[in-house]
């Protein structure tokens, strides 16, 4: 059984992770999306709320297997073997994202060399959503309904 490690913030959880998340979602048998707990950023949702958001979302994706979502803490590889996971996904927009994710992956091949990170692209439509601007832009009062899905600008909308 091939099983698969998406991790991310989710914070909030964009149209571009769900995206990602079905993509990665027929790739294996059986994937779960980590939320980190602490991740070092100051999050607008706590991670009880993350979790609920994409879990309330992902039925709405239509996928046949649904992936399971639970908190991570600590070290990612660990989290990883814990689950005997063989693979973590990671999601690509643009040039910046590749130096930060190449450094974490080539730092997650040396201390487990047999989980490998596999790259998906963000589609087209999805290359210029960032949680951080969907954030923003709900701050300001901006119109998010084309970058998150409706539970989720809900939920910002309630902030």
Known sequence: MKIG???GTFDPATNGHFDIIGRAARLVDRLIIAVAEHSGKNTLFNVEERIALIQEHLPKMGASNLPQ???IRGL???????HDATMIFRGLRAVADFDY??????MNA?????IETVFLMASEKHQ???SKLVKEVARLGGDISSFVPPNVEAALRRI
């Open 5 to 7: 490690i998406y991790p």
């Open 128 to 130: 210029f959503i960032a």
């Open 101 to 106: 994710e190449f450094q974490m992956a080539m």
């Open 69 to 71: 979502v639970m908190p």
């Open 110 to 114: 040396r201390l487990a060399d047999d």
């Open 76 to 82: 990612l590889i660990n989290f990883a073997r814990d």
